[in-house]
Structure formats: structure tokens, C-alpha cells
């Protein structure tokens, strides 16, 4: 199984900060890498897919790069409305895996 | 509009059984993979099944391999999860995703709300 290897859990941000969220992989993954954001009592949200594409109807604010094994989520200047978990996940090989989830929170 | 509906968590003891539904519209559902992810509570996101489009391939996490069975059926727009010998540790909120293809997971571009299953004695 490929682990998904997210830093760090968790991270204190200030409005218009800018946020690195990094992902790492056991293994190669390709471009087979993608973000997700789940807010408390919601379902997750896709907002990055194949490292680097944006989903349909998400802010640009959000970026991801990265290839084989080592990814970045960047939000370029944090809203109010991105406190919230984000999760990365494999779709390279079943099982398809997620990271462990990085918190951000208000500072 | 995108929608997923899940139903059928609820309340079991260890050892017994539930069947969950994930009913889907607003898409060709045929023409899509579909995947049961959950999430116990406080914790993060694990996969745990996925059919193909057809229905003719299922993946399975290893945890839950020979006890939880996923179907589809296409005729009725609907996603099943059918979960036998439940443990404490399956436990969590249910949530059905949907894959941008019909043979390739890949990613999951739409989520249900999900449905919890709590099994306790």
C-alpha cells in the first residue's frame, strides 16, 4: 500500500497569509495526486486534481504542485472561509490512500 | 445538479449486518465508478470499496475484504454497500463518491453526506 505522509497536521494562519501544505508519498505516484477540504459536519470537497488542476468552481487562490512524491497545497491568501481540514489522496493504486489530514486554523 | 443520497446506517451489534444505499442523479450513472469512503469519528478519510461503472470490477481495502460486499445497479441509479460480521472498528460516517470515469477511480469529484453506522453492543 503507498502511505500518504501530510505536514503539518496542523498550522495557525492569519487572514491573507500565504499556506504550504505538503504531501508526501511512500512511493511514486505520478501526477495521481489529489486535495481535498473538509469543513466540520460536511462531506470533503475536491479542490486539486492530478497535482496540479484546479477543480471546477474553485477559488484560484488554491494551487498544487508537485510529481512522483512530493506534493504542495498553496493557498496564495487565506480566507475566512478555508479554516478547514485539507486532505491529500492517491489515485494511483488501490487502496487508494489519504494522507492524515493538516488542520488550519485561526491564529 | 450532482446529487448523492446516502441511507441505511443506523445501530448494530458486533457481529450482525446493515446494507447501505447511495442513491445518485444528476449525472449519467452508468458511465461513472463509484466508491464508498469513510470516516470514523474525530479521525481522517480511508477508502474502503469501489465498483466499476458496469459493475463488472470491485476493489476492496484489505480491512474489510470477504465481510463487506459493494454493488450497483444501474436500472435504479443506486450504489449498495452490504456489510456483514461488523467489528467495533467499522464505526464511522459512510459517505459514497463518485470517480470522474467508469473504469478509472482516480479521484473522488462528488460526495454524499453520509450515513453513520455505529456498532456497538
Known amino acids: 500500500d503507498i502511505q500518504m505522509t501530510q505536514s503539518p497536521s496542523s498550522l495557525s494562519a492569519s487572514i491573507g497569509d500565504r499556506v504550504t501544505i505538503t504531501c508526501r508519498a511512500s512511493?511514486?505516484?505520478?501526477?495521481?495526486l489529489n486535495w481535498y477540504q473538509q469543513k466540520p459536519g460536511k462531506a470533503p470537497k475536491l479542490l486539486i486534481y492530478?497535482?496540479?488542476s484546479l477543480q471546477s468552481g474553485v477559488p484560484s487562490r488554491f494551487s498544487g504542485s508537485g510529481s512522483g512524491t512530493d506534493f504542495t497545497l498553496t493557498i496564495s491568501s487565506l480566507q475566512p472561509e478555508d479554516f478547514a481540514t485539507y486532505y491529500c489522496?492517491?489515485?494511483?493504486?488501490?487502496?487508494?490512500?489519504f494522507g492524515g489530514g493538516t488542520k488550519v486554523e485561526v491564529k | 445538479e450532482v446529487q448523492l443520497l446516502e441511507s441505511g446506517g443506523g445501530l448494530v451489534q458486533p457481529g450482525g449486518s446493515l446494507r447501505l444505499s447511495c442513491t445518485a442523479s444528476?449525472?449519467?450513472?452508468?458511465?461513472?465508478?463509484m466508491s464508498w469512503v469513510r470516516q470514523a469519528p474525530g479521525k481522517g478519510l480511508e477508502w474502503v470499496s469501489a465498483?466499476?461503472?458496469?459493475?463488472?470490477?470491485?476493489y476492496y481495502t484489505d480491512s474489510v475484504k470477504g465481510r463487506l460486499t459493494i454493488s450497483r445497479d444501474n436500472s435504479k441509479n443506486t450504489l449498495y454497500l452490504q456489510m456483514n460480521s461488523l467489528r467495533a472498528e467499522d464505526t464511522a460516517l459512510y459517505y459514497c463518491?463518485?470517480?470522474?470515469?467508469?473504469?478509472?477511480?482516480?479521484?473522488?469529484?462528488?460526495w454524499g453526506q453520509g450515513t453513520l453506522v455505529t456498532v456497538s453492543s
Open positions: 463518491a463518485k470517480a470522474p470515469t467508469p473504469g478509472q477511480l482516480l479521484r473522488f469529484d462528488c
Open positions: 444528476g449525472f449519467t450513472f452508468t458511465n461513472h465508478a
Open positions: 465498483i466499476s461503472g458496469g459493475g463488472g470490477t470491485t
Open positions: 512511493q511514486s505516484v505520478s501526477s495521481y
Open positions: 492530478a497535482a496540479s
Open positions: 489522496q492517491q489515485g494511483y493504486s488501490t487502496p487508494l490512500t
